[in-house]
């Protein structure tokens, strides 16, 4: 089973507008992390928000904010008022505790979703 | 440096070829981790240092795959006698404290990629 579910491959938004990626995880760990980064057409990884799974308020830096839902099991990226440099691959992941017995020390990712903001 | 830097950007191999791709991480940082990214595809966890010790190499896809951070710094990930399989862009990700701590932000380099015909 995937670890890390990305449901939009893609989305077109318009310029100005919010937008919410979607992501939901699958851990059995109490202790987590959970990542958003941003990938542009250079290829490099740009870090945008980190939640914790022990963290009581939702996670925000800037135009960025993170809606957790524990329960859920989702941790959704908002970005307020878009503009046309938020188009990029968005990647969520995840990094699990040791309480899990197992897993590498590395980033499980998802696939991503491939984000374009038109004027 | 300011970030993470990765050498080459590009590398073309023939099948067959060995090659090395050089990550110097982040001035400090104590973990380094190495990543697979196929195209379309998110990033996948190849091997993960904290100092010179190589504590995690879970995700190496074959032995044909091996790498070192002798000094704590500078990382090599070498790929002996290359597949077209292993095609990709390969990240690498430094971060400033070691441990599982949850909240041990990966800072990435912009990644080299490597093309094997």
């Known amino acids: 089973a995937q670890k890390i579910t990305q449901t939009q491959p893609g989305m077109f938004v318009q310029e100005k507008e919010a937008v919410t990626l979607d992501c939901t995880y699958d851990t059995s760990d109490p202790s987590y992390g959970l990542f958003w980064y941003k990938q542009p057409s250079s290829g490099e990884m740009i870090f945008l928000i980190y939640?914790?799974?022990?963290?009581?308020q939702n996670a925000t830096e800037g135009r960025y904010s993170l809606n957790f839902q524990k329960a859920r099991k989702s941790a959704n990226l908002v970005i307020s008022a878009s503009q046309l440099g938020d188009s990029a691959m968005y990647f969520c992941?995840?990094?699990?505790?040791?309480?899990?017995?197992?897993?590498?020390?590395?980033?499980?990712f998802g696939k991503g979703t491939h984000l374009i903001i038109q004027p | 440096g300011a970030g993470v830097s990765q050498s080459p950007r590009y590398k073309v191999a023939k099948r067959g070829q060995d090659v090395a791709l050089r990550c110097d991480p982040i001035?400090?940082?104590?973990?380094l981790f190495w990543y697979q990214q196929a195209l379309g595809q998110g990033p996948e966890f190849l091997t993960y240092?904290?100092?010179?010790?190589?504590?995690?190499k879970s995700g190496l896809p074959s032995d044909r795959f091996f790498a070192e951070r002798p000094e704590g710094s500078v990382s090599t990930l070498k790929i002996q006698r290359t597949q077209q399989e292993d095609s990709a862009v390969y990240l690498c990700?430094?971060?400033?404290?070691?441990?599982?701590?949850?909240?041990?932000?990966?800072?990435f380099g912009a990644g080299t990629r490597l093309s094997v015909l």
């Open positions: 939640q914790g799974s022990y963290d009581q």
């Open positions: 001035s400090g940082h104590v973990s």
């Open positions: 240092f904290q100092n010179e010790a190589q504590l995690d």
């Open positions: 992941a995840m990094r699990e505790g040791r309480n899990s017995g197992g897993g590498a020390d590395g980033l499980t």
């Open positions: 990700a430094s971060s400033r404290r070691g441990g599982q701590g949850a909240k041990n932000i990966q800072y």
